[in-house]
């Protein structure tokens, strides 16, 4: 699905964020992304999304070369990969319903399929009741729960989220974790970038962990923290 | 639908809806746009008549008129002619007898001819009226006489032509560069007005982005918003000149200036291009102010 090889990223004020970074996430996997702040997640991230070039080594996504592509074919990248941020960015002059469909108008979908999509998308985030409701009328967890339907309305096959319950209490960023493993059960493939030790913890996922830019361990049903960092 | 039309159609709707939003800002567009059009139709009115004075001035004047003395000899009236035709340059060569000459005036004067009835003796010249095949060739077929016997005095018009030769370019220079200018001019107020807007929806596009959005998706509504704007200033720049100009072409032709009218482009012949190129300037500057405007969100 995701594969990283040698990959570099030098940002142009001369920051090293990653250097030789290899990685392979396959189809379905739910992979934690952790490490200090700075160490080079986000820019990860950003590589995958292709709101960065990569400086060094290659990046395929869905067994395609996206290391070096036109700026005309990205958003055609970026329609499969669903993308959440730890700022939910919702439109605020949209209701939920309408923040959901716009990822749909956008690409052209038809009206009906819209019609039958959304309230769907919305069902599953458990967000049925609100959907005509307003962001400023939701709470934290409900906007991000909205972020998420708008991120895989479209059946992406990939979800990133960037911190997705930095902003959340832990009560609440569990019911996230919750439509998120739900998600991922789905066959969605998901990375996530994240600072929640606990969540890490609980899940038993595979854990890829970074610091200054390189990938220190990579362990199937991992932690947050390597027990030798933890000492 | 095509899942294309569904996108053009959405493009349009959240252009319209723009216009709409924008409305009080755009009216500063609209302005703009205007005035660089009404001016350019003054510039185009001016250039076009101007442009049928050279013409005409061109046939009425490309000749020359050599008026003889009263007494004259047949003789060196030929050797005039000979000398005249000698370097081939003239298309033909016309005698104009005094009485010719009044009779010609007469006409011309109209109701007020009977006044010439009065004279005791005609004050005219007999004339000579050599046609030339260019203006440009007055100077030296004077040369080439002026020096003969019995010749009073040599009249041709090459002076008056360059002058207005020049001066229409001076116009036409002249009116170009300033309608060029306000041209770029009103392309800055219009990016900036959707700058404004673009800014103002920094959010929506950065978002639109992350969802997969195409650039011309993203940009298309403003296109759309700026050049809504520009044929708004030309529908009503279009009627401005429409009337304005009739309005002064007809008082011009019930006035005393006939004759300054024949050279006036008429309103008929003139709206057609107006529309045309009105409507195609409007829009061209919409859509370049807009996408001028764009150009910096639209990297990332
Ligand atoms: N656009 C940029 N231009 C220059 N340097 C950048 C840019 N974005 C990030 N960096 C730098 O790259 C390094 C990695 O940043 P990155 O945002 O990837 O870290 P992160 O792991 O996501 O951190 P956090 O956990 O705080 O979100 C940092 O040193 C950061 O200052
Ligand atoms: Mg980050």
Redesign the pocket.
């Known amino acids: 699905m995701i594969r990283f090889i040698n990959v570099s990223k030098e940002?142009?004020?001369g920051?090293k964020?990653?250097s030789n970074i290899n990685l392979n996430i396959e189809k379905g996997e739910f992979v934690f992304l952790v490490?200090?702040?700075?160490?080079?997640?986000?820019?990860?991230?950003?590589l995958i999304l292709k709101e960065?070039n990569p400086t060094d080594g290659r990046i395929y996504l869905n067994n395609e070369d996206i290391t070096y592509v036109k700026n005309r074919k990205i958003p055609y990248i970026r329609r499969n990969v669903g993308v959440v941020f730890q700022d939910f960015r919702l439109l605020p002059n949209k209701t939920v319903y309408e923040n959901v469909a716009f990822a749909m108008e956008i690409i052209g979908a038809h009206p009906k399929e819209i019609r039958r999509n959304v309230p769907m998308v919305l069902s599953m985030v458990d967000l049925s009741k609100k959907a005509h409701n307003y962001p400023h009328e939701l709470s934290g967890g409900e906007h991000q729960r909205v972020a998420i339907a708008r991120a895989i309305v479209n059946s992406p096959p990939i979800l990133i989220a960037?911190?997705p319950t930095g902003n959340l209490d832990p009560d609440t960023a569990w019911e996230i974790m919750k439509v998120l493993r739900d998600i991922n059960r789905r066959g969605t493939t998901i990375l996530m970038?994240t600072?929640a030790k606990d969540i890490v913890d609980a899940m038993k996922r595979r854990v890829v962990e970074?610091e200054k830019?390189t990938i220190i361990r990579d362990e199937e049903k991992g932690v947050y923290e390597h027990e030798i960092t933890n000492s | 639908m095509s899942m294309r039309l569904r996108i053009a159609s959405n493009i349009i709707k959240q252009g319209f809806k723009g216009v709409w939003r924008n409305k009080a800002m755009g009216l500063a567009s609209i302005t703009s746009i205007t005035a660089v059009l009404l001016i350019l139709g003054i510039v185009l009115i001016l250039i076009l008549s101007l442009n049928n004075i050279v013409l005409d001035t061109r046939e009425r004047f490309d000749e020359v008129q050599v008026f003889l003395e009263d007494e004259i000899t047949s003789a060196q009236m030929e050797e005039i002619e000979k000398k005249a035709k000698a370097s081939n340059k003239l298309v033909s060569v016309t005698f104009k007898s005094k009485d010719e000459a009044l009779e010609e005036m007469k006409e011309g004067w109209g109701d007020e001819g009977y006044l010439l009835e009065g004279l005791e003796e005609n004050p005219l010249p007999h004339t000579l009226i050599l046609k030339l095949k260019d203006i440009e060739y007055a100077e030296d077929v004077v040369k080439s006489i002026e020096n003969l016997e019995g010749i009073e005095e040599i009249q041709y018009n090459y002076d008056i032509m360059e002058k207005l030769v020049l001066f229409t370019n001076y116009i036409r220079t002249g009116g170009l560069a300033i309608v060029l200018i306000l041209i770029l001019v009103s392309i800055f107020i219009i990016s900036n007005t959707i700058k404004l807007t673009v800014t103002a929806r920094k959010r929506e596009i950065n978002i639109m982005k992350y969802v997969g959005a195409t650039n011309g998706y993203i940009r298309g509504p403003f296109v759309i918003e700026g050049v809504v704007f520009g044929l708004i200033g030309a529908i009503i720049s279009i009627l401005a000149v429409n009337y304005g100009y009739n309005y002064f072409f007809n008082a011009a032709s019930d006035k005393l200036y006939v004759l300054f009218t024949v050279y006036l482009v008429p309103p008929k012949a003139l709206m057609q291009d107006i529309v045309i190129i009105f409507t195609a300037i409007g829009a061209g500057i919409g859509a370049l102010g807009s996408l001028v405007s764009m150009k910096r969100f639209l990297n990332v």
């Open positions: 940002y142009k004020n920051v964020a990653l490490g200090p702040s700075g160490a080079g997640k986000s820019t990860l991230i950003k960065e960037d911190e970038a600072h970074i830019g």
